[in-house]
């Protein structure tokens, strides 16, 4: 039997160091959630915890180390993560004041923007909101309609909300605690229109009064995050100084004169979105931090809630005993580990971009930008269907909020929207793949012979993730009769998600070659006509590098058991993804039916090993007691004690059967 702490050292992975520190200085209930709470009792909480978090190892510590930071960008998306697992509200507000508000202050601002503000911001002293997001404008923010309109007379700007539907909406902080917003609008000097930029404004007094202008309100109740207080902003003709627009993409010169670096207006805007990508990769990580939880939660409570005899026997049977159960946990398990090294290795991709530890050319910018997109999506869709499934797991116990799953899903439901639509990051996603065929191989109307198409979709999709080498050399190894391939043959695993990627690739960059030469007037049904097949080929996408991110994970493993047990949980999570989408596979001969049946016997007989390693396989994940905060897990022991009383009385019943049966 594998060692949980050396499966946990696997699962921890490079900022191990961080996770432990979180489990130690967080140790105990005094930061986790309370159950049952009112609005106000919620908000008055979470807002007195956020200033007692340690600053390094923690959520602030991707701040640079001169302004009290530790320049750690990658150790502060992991205590995010790891406060996710304690108290998501406060996870939630910590993310939008050093994340998202001090985040845009480093990223989009200058020496002076940090040296002014960010030790107070770092503090808490500065509480901040990050007011993109408008009631009529939410994915769609290249079109904000706030205006910010350069006055060279006063060397102000004039800000200002044209209508209702313009205002700042689900803003966090914006109800209460915020005295300052980094707001979003349209930068207009001279009479023209220079896109979207960011300006520090403050938004009340030192006494929490609404400053001249300015409207604040209060979205009030949610499903979730009782903590975090969303509101709204509006802004009246609000005079903002010159030096307090965010100027390090763009600058306004006393006179007015614009200057950047960047010329292009939409190459700059999406320049300075990227700055800001860390904060999706929090929100995917935290999503799965809290599946890890519901995981934990469910497994164990059915290790030893028991239901319904076997024929022919006397006690009940364990729910993780029957295979239906499995069908749902374990299998949901296997996608919670197969992610848990794929955001590893989004973590660390971010954090050396951003350090300078590799060159942060426009390529690797964007591709990171299109893994956080897509892993966002993929996480949280996971994380939202596996906290609902072990809420039915664990029958009405998992309905009482006490038991922590109600909390889960109602906090993390709208992690689905917020850093992103997932509908809309898939097809960013899927732009960054025709993007990055077009910059190799032509515009949409010279993409050529189909012959060269799909050899050159290959080879242009297939930029490897994680050990390159090591994948290459297992998809090589497959024969060309993929029907004498084991199932559990790595390398077979890895080039059906390749091959189904590039199939649906391939397809896509055809079906748009035709409507371009078909609906040359009219881009929009271009592209909407094949935005399903678009969106199937994002997704494809994101399983492949899910996959070979895990296939890397289980060659580090150094200790044989563990490496043993992490490989069948890989074989699992391949083949669980194949037999989901089977009908593709078999519409396209890439299985016969003879072999689709055999996957799915295959699945179930590895649900069978893997069994006796379910408790294993969630121990790992090493989430504190207090941090689960789950009555159901209380009750633990006394479950258990009565399961053993059962089975001493089952034992002496049989006993004495025997003792007064007649010789046969």
């Keep these: 039997m594998p060692d949980p702490a050396l499966l946990q050292d696997v699962l921890d992975g490079r900022w191990a160091h961080v996770r432990q520190a979180a489990r130690t200085e967080l140790a105990g209930a005094h930061f986790a959630t309370v159950h049952g709470e009112t609005l106000e009792q919620a908000r008055d909480r979470v807002s007195r915890l956020i200033t007692e978090l340690p600053a390094d190892p923690g959520v602030a510590a991707g701040f640079p180390v001169e302004y009290g930071g530790s320049s750690d960008p990658g150790g502060s998306v992991v205590a995010a993560e790891m406060l996710a697992q304690l108290n998501l509200s406060l996870m939630v507000k910590a993310g939008v004041q050093w994340g998202l508000f001090g985040g845009a202050v480093v990223a989009l601002g200058t020496r002076y923007h940090h040296d002014r503000y960010l030790r107070d911001i770092i503090s808490a002293d500065l509480m901040g909101c990050f007011a993109m997001t408008e009631t009529g404008h939410g994915s769609d923010v290249q079109q904000l309609r706030t205006t910010c309109e350069y006055d060279p007379e006063t060397k102000t700007f004039d800000l200002h909300t044209p209508h209702d539907a313009a205002r700042k909406d689900y803003i966090g902080n914006a109800a209460r605690d915020g005295r300052m917003a980094v707001v979003f609008a349209q930068l207009i000097t001279g009479g023209r229109r220079y896109g979207v930029h960011a300006w520090l404004v403050p938004i009340r007094d030192g006494a929490g009064r609404p400053l001249p202008g300015v409207t604040l309100g209060d979205d009030g109740h949610k499903a979730g995050l009782p903590g975090v207080d969303n509101g709204r902003i509006g802004f009246d003709h609000v005079r903002v100084p010159r030096e307090m627009l965010l100027d390090r993409y763009g600058q306004v010169a006393p006179d007015g004169t614009y200057s950047s670096s960047i010329e292009n207006d939409t190459r700059r805007f999406f320049t300075m979105l990227g700055t800001l990508v860390r904060g999706r990769v929090v929100v995917g990580g935290s999503a799965a931090a809290a599946a890890k939880n519901a995981l934990t939660i469910a497994v164990r409570y059915g290790e030893t809630r028991r239901q319904f005899t076997a024929p022919g026997g006397k006690r009940e049977v364990a729910l993780n005993d029957y295979l239906a159960h499995q069908r749902i946990l374990l299998t949901a398990l296997a996608t919670t580990y197969a992610l848990t090294f794929a955001q590893e290795e989004l973590v660390g991709t971010l954090h050396d ?203 580090r493993a150094a200790d044989p058991a563990v490496k043993a047990l992490l490989s069948k949980v890989c074989d699992l999570y391949a083949l669980t993804t194949i037999e989901a989408d089977k009908g593709w596979f078999l519409e396209h001969q890439r299985l016969t039916p003879a072999r689709s049946k055999a996957v799915t016997a295959m699945v179930n007989d590895l649900l069978r090993q893997l069994r006796p390693h379910l408790r294993t396989l969630v121990d790992a994940f090493a989430v504190p007691e207090e941090w689960l905060n789950a009555a159901i897990l209380r009750e633990e022991p006394a479950r258990q004690q009565a399961m053993a009383t059962e089975d001493d009385t089952l034992v002496d019943a049989t006993a004495t059967d025997l003792a007064v049966a007649p010789a046969q």
């Design 353 to 555: 971009v951003q350090t300078g530890a590799e060159p942060a050319g426009e390529h690797r910018q964007r591709e990171l930008e299109s893994r956080a997109a897509g892993l966002k999506a993929v996480q949280t869709w996971h994380a939202t269907r596996t906290i609902q499934a072990c809420r039915e797991a664990c029958g009405g116990a998992g309905y009482l909020a006490e038991n922590a799953l109600p909390g889960l899903k109602a906090d993390t439901d709208v992690f689905t929207t917020f850093e992103g639509d997932n509908t809309v990051l898939l097809q960013l996603v899927a732009k960054g793949l025709l993007t990055g065929y077009r910059d190799a191989f032509g515009s949409l109307d010279g993409w050529g012979r189909a012959t060269f198409v799909a050899e050159q979709v290959r080879a242009m999709v297939l930029e490897r993730t994680a050990a390159r080498t090591l994948i290459q050399r297992l998809v090589d190894a497959v024969p060309g009769r993929t029907e004498e391939v084991a199932l559990t043959d790595r390398g077979w695993h890895l080039a059906m998600f390749e091959d189904r990627e590039k199939h649906l690739l391939d397809g896509a960059i055809r079906r748009l070659r035709k409507g371009a030469a078909t609906k040359k007037d009219r881009p929009f049904d271009i592209f909407n006509d094949v935005q399903d097949h678009v969106l199937r080929t994002a997704s494809a996408h994101i399983d492949r590098v899910v996959l070979e991110a895990f296939v890397a994970g289980v060659d």
